[in-house]
């Protein structure tokens, strides 16, 4: 009981970004608290912006004044490596484009403690009442998301798991309209999402009884080394990865994916299919290769099967979908899958770790602007009771509205990764990979699906186009300029990652050449 | 196990005095029957019949749960705090104040916001 | 010796009150045995030399965790039942063979422990449970536990949101409150003073004691109508008070 605690060394500088998004989420606490009601959302939009704006220049200059750190920083709690960085511009990008989806137009509801259709609700309506707790929510979720791909232990990995998620859950109850399927979406969510918490707790318990520490780094030398306790190694990562693996949508864990995208608010769904996505495959791929690296001749067939399903079901049940937000839900599962496959191109050799990195890391580029865009384009399509949700509703709409048709039709065609959309680069750079690493079969069954996929994308685009439209049919409302710059930005970056990638992919690559810090 | 002795003790002395206040009442008091002393006590208001199982709680109580559970979790970082505090220093201060003031911005938006407010 | 005594004892009161939260048919009944499991849970903790986990366990887990399941059962409704018709089919099966197969797995668990000697015990209490947290929690985790601290804005921005309802006119003050009490004097005659007590003459100041008037006579307003109807229902009605309610019955 004797001696001081020497105080621990935290890089301040290289944490920044995360603690601008943090602090800028403490002010917008306070903000709610202390400026009136008037003054809020004149607050917190240029609070929300510029914080994520000067995150993204924090990296930025990170990464290129000050060099890639080969070390983790405070206390090796959180790795800032090149993957990392590259991950957060992506997500800080990404989170600053939804946010200006979220500010757009009224996507949210008055007062979410009244009974749905209650003349309560319909009062707060007409008092014009807004929760503009969405915005400090929002960036309480960026942080976590920012934590996530970087934790290099995983206790750290848990609580940003949690930081990322616990907004989450709640803004998906938010929704305008259709508030029943939104509060039902907010629910299922909120307990399947604590149910994989659980799991990933559990599986992080059983490897620090198996490892003795919770650090990825020594998890992987305990991998060699340790033995006689395979039983809690195997059980222990077999849950590390059902709580990851919930978290992208892989099947057979996909099934809350269509519900929430459907019910949330649909910037919310943007942002959940494009930040959480990233945050979470950020994640994923350093538990498994940091961490788990060593046991990979274990986890691999299990992630092949598991990528496997996820295409096939992911392009499969979208072709049975009526909701557009289903549908892009169930795209998303299946780029999910895609996705994996790069996780499974992975080698001994650090040249193929690095392609496949690149690979995943270029295509959630590239996936994450295309669907925030789709997805920016759903809310711009509306019939009286808020979004024309159902497909039938979208026919005919080339005739009516042929820009908007036209930039959606671009956008399912970047899903489908036809040739000139990034979707084309991304698809090929992961597979590519996948091949010299030796998982053709795979890469066959992703070239299947992603024809199946591009059925049921051609197929929204033959609506589109060539059906008559309804005479009562939705009418599109001129977006907001918010709304309009996601969409503008969105076709801008799918272009140009379709048809000159090569900035993106070197930076991609050059990020992935150091690997992660170990 | 001698780092309960003094909670024993105090468990015991509760113990005690409970029993002794509830055992020592019959004696002393004076005993003049009347219902209203033995119906149910409702800060004066009169009794009204007891909706079947208790009825229900208003929903408001949530905030107050809520910000019990956060104040509550505090509590589990503070204990080791100050058990450490001499060997932590000054960091170990600054940190728990950061963390305090941190969590104390929730408490007051949900003050300033009239969540602690009854009616 | 005293580490086995306070096991044994233990064991059998929480299995008992394991036992008695599954199979009691109130839910708050179970509510309280699980928090009897939580408390015994602590003590053992306590005697297996981790004071801190049993202080969390008490502190989180009985105090705050159990309240939040009661505060649940109580917004529900104590006596709701829920429905018991199984919609998943072959539910209870499935139920008992998962149930079967984690106890198997926590058997094989605990057998390993009696294999084998629980080891590194001595050197994680080297400086004692509590400061050797601290020390873990204040260099190497103080990350994790600062951002903790977002967790626990969020879960109280999401309360506010979820169930807190904006005033959107402002609260009356007692200035108002005595204005409508007035007005309401003034258009109905209905008293804008409380009830009156036990009065001058009364001998009692309980709450069936009607008050008396200066004259003697009973004040019909002091009537307590729930305890006056009991009262009725067993025959011992003071005769002043039937009168004045049978004469407000007529009045009507």
């Known amino acids: ?419 000139l959309t990034s979707g084309f680069f991304g698809k090929y750079a992961v597979f590519q990979a996948a091949v010299s690493g030796g998982a053709l079969p795979l ?34 409302v001129l977006p907001s300029r918010g709304t309009a710059a996601v969409v503008g930005l969105a076709v801008l970056a799918t272009v140009v990652l379709g048809v000159y990638p090569q900035p993106v992919l070197d930076l991609a690559h050059s990020a992935a050449q150091s690997l992660f810090v170990r | 196990m001698e780092l309960y002795v003094p909670i024993l003790v105090l468990a015991v002395l509760a113990a005690g005095f409970a029993v002794f206040s509830v055992g020592i009442a019959p004696f002393t008091g004076p005993k003049r029957w009347n219902r209203a002393k033995l119906d149910a006590y409702e800060c004066g208001i009169e009794p009204t019949p007891q909706p079947v199982g208790g009825g229900r709680f208003p929903l408001k109580y949530m905030i107050t749960a809520m910000l019990f559970i956060v104040f509550d979790i505090e509590i589990i970082f503070l204990y080791p705090w100050a058990v450490a505090f001499d060997k932590l220093g000054v960091f170990g201060l600054v940190e728990m104040v950061l963390f305090i003031v941190t969590v104390l911005v929730a408490y007051a938006y949900v003050w300033r916001r009239r969540g602690l407010d009854w009616d | 010796m005293g580490e086995s005594i306070t096991f044994w004892v233990l064991a059998v009161v929480s299995v008992i009150a394991a036992l008695g939260l599954v199979f009691s048919r109130r839910a708050v009944y179970s509510a309280l045995m699980l928090g009897v499991v939580m408390l015994s849970l602590a003590v053992l903790y306590a005697v297996q030399d981790a004071p801190f986990l049993a202080a969390v366990q008490i502190i989180v887990y009985t105090g705050a965790v159990m309240m939040l399941f009661l505060f649940v059962l109580m917004l529900v409704g104590v006596d709701s039942s829920d429905s018991l018709v199984e919609t998943i089919r072959g539910q209870r099966f499935w139920a008992i063979v998962a149930g079967l197969g984690f106890a198997a797995l926590l058997g094989l668990g605990i057998g390993n422990t009696l294999i084998a000697a629980p080891k590194g015990l001595a050197v994680a209490n080297q400086n004692g449970n509590v400061p050797s947290l601290a020390e873990l929690i204040f260099t190497r985790h103080v990350f994790a536990f600062e951002v903790t601290s977002a967790l626990l804005i969020t879960a109280a921005l999401g309360a506010m949101v979820l169930a807190h309802r904006e005033r959107t006119e402002p609260k009356p003050t007692q200035r108002d409150l005595s204005r409508a009490r007035f007005v309401e004097f003034g258009r109905h005659g209905k008293n804008p003073a409380p009830l009156p007590g036990p009065g001058t003459y009364a001998r009692h100041n309980a709450i069936d004691m009607p008050a008396l008037l200066p004259d003697g006579t009973v004040s019909p307003l002091s009537v307590n109508r729930v305890i006056a109807r009991h009262e009725a229902e067993e025959g011992t009605l003071a005769p002043e008070v039937a009168q004045i309610l049978q004469q407000e019955e007529e009045g009507k």
């Not at chain 1, 890469?443 to 059925?455: E, Q, T």
């Open chain 1, 1 to 419: 009981m004797n001696g001081t605690i020497q105080a621990p060394t935290i890089e301040y500088a290289l944490l920044a970004p995360m603690l601008v998004v943090f602090g800028a989420a403490i002010v917008g606490v306070l903000v709610e608290a202390f400026a009136p009601r008037y003054l809020r959302s004149a607050i917190h939009v240029p609070l929300t912006l510029l914080s994520l704006a000067g995150a993204f220049a924090l990296t930025i200059w990170q990464a290129a004044a000050k060099g890639i750190p080969t070390k983790a920083a405070a206390m090796g709690a959180v790795a800032v490596d090149g993957p990392a960085l590259f991950i957060w511009g992506t997500i800080l990008v990404l989170a600053f484009v939804s946010v200006l989806l979220i500010k757009g137009e009224d996507h949210f509801v008055a007062a979410a403690s009244a009974v749905p259709g209650s003349a309560e609700e319909e009062q707060a309506l007409h008092e014009g009442a807004a929760h503009s707790e969405i915005y400090p929510l929002v960036l309480f979720a960026v942080g976590g998301m920012l934590l996530f791909p970087a934790a290099n232990d995983l206790l750290v990995a848990f609580v940003a798991l949690e930081v990322m998620s616990l907004p989450l859950y709640l803004l998906c109850g938010l929704a305008r309209r259709r508030r029943l399927l939104s509060q039902e979406a907010a629910v299922k969510y909120f307990l399947l999402g604590a149910f994989s918490s659980a799991f990933f707790l559990y599986g992080t318990a059983l490897l620090y009884g198996y490892a003795g520490s919770i650090d990825l780094a020594k998890i992987s030398t305990a991998v060699g080394s340790v033995g006689g306790q395979d039983t809690l190694l195997y059980i222990g990562a077999a849950m590390l990865g059902v709580g990851l693996l919930f978290k992208i949508g892989a099947a057979p864990f996909q099934a809350w994916k269509p519900d929430v995208y459907q019910g949330a608010p649909t910037p919310i769904t943007a942002l959940m299919a494009s930040g959480t996505l990233v945050a979470a495959f950020g994640a994923l791929v350093r538990v498994f290769w940091v961490g788990l690296g060593g046991l990979d001749w274990d986890w691999r067939p299990v992630l092949y099967g598991v990528a496997i399903l996820t295409m096939v079901v992911g392009a499969v049940l979208a072709i049975t979908q009526t909701d557009i937000k289903r549908m892009l839900a169930y795209s998303s599962i299946a780029h999910g899958g895609f996705l994996l496959v790069g996780v499974i191109a992975t080698g001994k050799a650090a040249a193929q770790n690095a392609s496949a990195l690149s690979g995943i890391l270029f295509y959630l580029v590239a996936y994450g602007f295309t669907t925030v865009g789709a997805f920016a384009v759903v809310t711009m399509v509306r019939d009286a009771g808020g979004e024309a949700w159902h497909l039938s509703r979208w026919a005919g709409l080339g005739k009516r509205s042929p820009l908007l048709a036209g930039i959606f039709a671009f956008f399912l065609l970047a899903f489908a990764g036809i040739p």
């Open chain 1, 443 to 476: 890469v066959i069954v992703g070239v299947v699906a992603s024809a199946v996929a591009a059925f049921f994308y051609v197929r929204v685009i033959v609506l589109m186009f060539f059906s008559d439209p309804a005479a009562d049919g939705p009418s599109i």
